[in-house]
């Protein structure tokens, strides 16, 4: 059995994913520990208050990163590793993709600026939603999509392990005080497109890929293939980032702090499991062309790896959180220990999610169903966030199990479509 592990790991296959998987370990470890310095940090220097409008800012202005990522963060990826090989397709791909994401955040733009200085909920902090927005920017220049479909992801790793160092750096030296929670959004807007604009250098120098002008007809075909994973995208944040902006509308910025602690550190832990598949992603992609029998099985033992592990995290997580909390952010976020253990469960489920959805469904085209399921998602959080504000007193308990009851269904649906395709038997 060694044997033969040990053997696939030294196939050319083999050798790439454990390649890729070893530089997206990095990023993720970069991902997991970093925040663990600044995000206690900023809540202990800022206090509940600031945090919570920053985080509240933070929800507003992912719908914008949304639309600029539209579907092209997985489209894309799909499309470069199946012409990675042609350069003049793929000059084609990333010129159209580019210009349509730039076409995007000049859009997200237009209609910040609506929003803002039409609402005084806005218009009162106008300067931090603007900073913010920064990130919209550098999320259109930076195309990991292109890195991750030519399986290079080295490239992302060192780019985003630079800046994130620079950006924790940069808080510990520039917010000092309450007052300087204004610089937050500043540093990691810059941070974003610092690496924006470092990319596209690299993809020019090492590549040798241009952005060319292309016909509206090329940008549109991107626009279609990306159509589905944008709606569910859509729907992905109607019980996302909307949870922190409807608490944000009815509560105060103080109630946001305590729910966006919580939720975080349960985004931490499960983000734990995204550098494994989104090593196998481009793998799974180019195996399930092959006879049926060895993506199945390959996705059996990936199911069945990641339910134990998953559960084994859970189960320590859970016994750590009371102790955890206070040591780390103090006695002032002790209201956000409930609220963690509400979404607990969410470390089993969103590792199986984002297998059923971004590995399985979109591997197999199927991104239809994985826009279905999302947009029954999306509708199912509102509905439940809608008949928990009439039932519960405390919206911020309400938001979370809403969050944690809409996950369990649309994981449990996909699971049902997949076993019934014959994709995973």
């Given at each position: 059995m060694i044997q033969k592990i040990k053997s696939k790991f030294q196939s050319e296959d083999g050798k790439k994913i454990s390649t890729n998987f070893m530089y997206l370990s990095i990023l993720q470890g970069m991902n997991l520990i970093l925040p663990l310095i600044t995000f206690p940090y900023l809540v202990r220097v800022l206090g509940i208050e600031n945090f919570g409008l920053l985080m509240f800012a933070q929800a507003f202005i992912v719908y914008f990163t949304m639309i600029v990522d539209y579907g092209f963060n997985l489209s894309g990826i799909r499309e470069v590793s199946s012409n990675r090989n042609n350069k003049s397709k793929l000059i084609k791909i990333f010129s159209s993709i580019m210009i349509a994401r730039f076409i995007l955040a000049l859009v997200g733009l237009i209609f910040l600026t609506i929003i803002v200085f039409s609402f005084e909920k806005f218009s009162q902090n106008w300067e931090l939603y603007y900073l913010t927005f920064g990130i919209v920017i550098g999320t259109a220049l930076f195309p990991t999509w292109f890195f991750q479909g030519m399986e290079k992801m080295k490239y992302i790793t060192v780019l985003t392990v630079i800046a994130k160092l620079i950006f924790t750096l940069s808080i510990f030296l520039f917010v000092t005080t309450e007052k300087d929670f204004i610089y937050v959004p500043l540093i990691n807007s810059l941070g974003f497109i610092f690496v924006g604009f470092i990319s596209l250098f690299i993809i020019f120098k090492d590549f040798n890929i241009r952005i060319k002008f292309q016909k509206w007809k090329r940008i549109k075909i991107q626009f279609i293939r990306g159509w589905y994973i944008f709606i569910s995208k859509i729907s992905i944040n109607l019980y996302g980032a909307t949870n922190t902006f409807i608490l944000g509308i009815f509560t105060t910025d103080t109630i946001v702090g305590y729910y966006a602690i919580?939720?975080?550190?349960?985004?931490?832990?499960?983000?734990?499991?995204?550098?494994?598949?989104?090593?196998?992603?481009?793998?799974?992609?180019?195996?399930?062309?092959?006879?049926?029998?060895?993506?199945?099985?390959?996705?059996?033992?990936?199911?069945?790896?990641?339910?134990?592990?998953?559960?084994?995290?859970?189960?320590?997580?859970?016994?750590?959180?009371?102790?955890?909390?206070?040591?780390?952010?103090?006695?002032?976020?002790?209201?956000?220990?409930?609220?963690?253990?509400?979404?607990?469960?969410?470390?089993?489920?969103?590792?199986?999610?984002?297998?059923?959805?971004?590995?399985?469904?979109?591997?197999?085209?199927?991104?239809?169903?994985?826009?279905?399921?999302?947009?029954?998602?999306?509708i199912t959080n509102l509905s439940m966030i809608f008949i928990l504000f009439q039932f519960l007193e405390k919206k911020i308990e309400a938001v979370s199990l809403s969050l944690l009851i809409t996950e369990l269904i649309i994981t449990l649906l996909a699971y049902i479509l997949i076993k019934n395709k014959g994709l995973m038997d």
């Amino acid at each position: 059995m060694i044997q033969k592990i040990k053997s696939k790991f030294q196939s050319e296959d083999g050798k790439k994913i454990s390649t890729n998987f070893m530089y997206l370990s990095i990023l993720q470890g970069m991902n997991l520990i970093l925040p663990l310095i600044t995000f206690p940090y900023l809540v202990r220097v800022l206090g509940i208050e600031n945090f919570g409008l920053l985080m509240f800012a933070q929800a507003f202005i992912v719908y914008f990163t949304m639309i600029v990522d539209y579907g092209f963060n997985l489209s894309g990826i799909r499309e470069v590793s199946s012409n990675r090989n042609n350069k003049s397709k793929l000059i084609k791909i990333f010129s159209s993709i580019m210009i349509a994401r730039f076409i995007l955040a000049l859009v997200g733009l237009i209609f910040l600026t609506i929003i803002v200085f039409s609402f005084e909920k806005f218009s009162q902090n106008w300067e931090l939603y603007y900073l913010t927005f920064g990130i919209v920017i550098g999320t259109a220049l930076f195309p990991t999509w292109f890195f991750q479909g030519m399986e290079k992801m080295k490239y992302i790793t060192v780019l985003t392990v630079i800046a994130k160092l620079i950006f924790t750096l940069s808080i510990f030296l520039f917010v000092t005080t309450e007052k300087d929670f204004i610089y937050v959004p500043l540093i990691n807007s810059l941070g974003f497109i610092f690496v924006g604009f470092i990319s596209l250098f690299i993809i020019f120098k090492d590549f040798n890929i241009r952005i060319k002008f292309q016909k509206w007809k090329r940008i549109k075909i991107q626009f279609i293939r990306g159509w589905y994973i944008f709606i569910s995208k859509i729907s992905i944040n109607l019980y996302g980032a909307t949870n922190t902006f409807i608490l944000g509308i009815f509560t105060t910025d103080t109630i946001v702090g305590y729910y966006a602690i919580a939720e975080k550190v349960v985004r931490i832990i499960t983000s734990l499991f995204a550098p494994f598949y989104q090593t196998i992603y481009p793998h799974v992609v180019s195996i399930v062309k092959k006879p049926k029998n060895e993506a199945n099985n390959f996705l059996k033992k990936v199911f069945k790896y990641s339910l134990g592990i998953s559960t084994v995290v859970f189960f320590i997580s859970i016994s750590l959180g009371e102790f955890s909390f206070l040591l780390v952010f103090g006695e002032e976020a002790k209201n956000s220990i409930n609220i963690f253990y509400i979404l607990s469960p969410l470390i089993i489920i969103l590792p199986m999610a984002y297998l059923f959805f971004n590995v399985i469904l979109l591997s197999y085209k199927l991104d239809k169903y994985f826009s279905k399921l999302y947009v029954i998602g999306g509708i199912t959080n509102l509905s439940m966030i809608f008949i928990l504000f009439q039932f519960l007193e405390k919206k911020i308990e309400a938001v979370s199990l809403s969050l944690l009851i809409t996950e369990l269904i649309i994981t449990l649906l996909a699971y049902i479509l997949i076993k019934n395709k014959g994709l995973m038997d």
